[in-house]
């Protein structure tokens, strides 16, 4: 099993960027294939994006398709979601997870081996 463990979030300007990592230790981190998920309050938890073993390919909700990038270092470890052009309703807490299935599989929470404990990413108007 894989331990993930979230950092990079804060309380950033509508219109701001912040950068989220996820740095994963125990079984091998090129393995898994990775995503990052987001719960605002009163709400359900939400696909926001994965990525491939390699790195190769990557997927987005819609709703940040273009505003945010995730890619990983598997020399590092390490898993990132750079958000741009950041919106209220963004605000959440970003979770990453790890699945030994596909990518493209990993847009729900049934795909999902390993959570991350979650960081706080408030968007202020």
């Known amino acids: 099993q894989v331990q993930l463990v979230e950092s990079g979030g804060g309380l950033v300007q509508a219109g701001g960027s912040l950068r989220l990592s996820c740095a994963a230790s125990?079984?091998?981190?090129?393995?898994?294939?990775m995503g990052w998920f987001r719960q605002a309050p009163g709400k359900e938890r939400e696909f926001v994006a994965a990525?491939?073993?390699?790195?190769?390919?990557?997927y987005y909700a819609d709703s940040v398709k273009g505003r945010f990038t995730i890619s990983r270092d598997n020399f590092k470890n390490t898993v990132y979601l750079q958000m741009n052009s950041l919106k209220p309703e963004d605000t959440a807490v970003y979770s990453c997870?790890?699945?030994?299935?596909?990518?493209?599989?990993?847009?729900?929470?049934?795909?999902?081996?390993?959570w991350g404990q979650g960081t706080q990413v408030t968007v202020s108007s």
């Open positions: 997870a790890a699945s030994s299935g596909y990518a493209r599989d990993l847009n729900t929470d049934r795909e999902v081996d390993t």
């Open positions: 125990g079984r091998t981190f090129s393995a898994y294939v």
């Open positions: 990525i491939t073993r390699s790195g190769g390919v990557t």
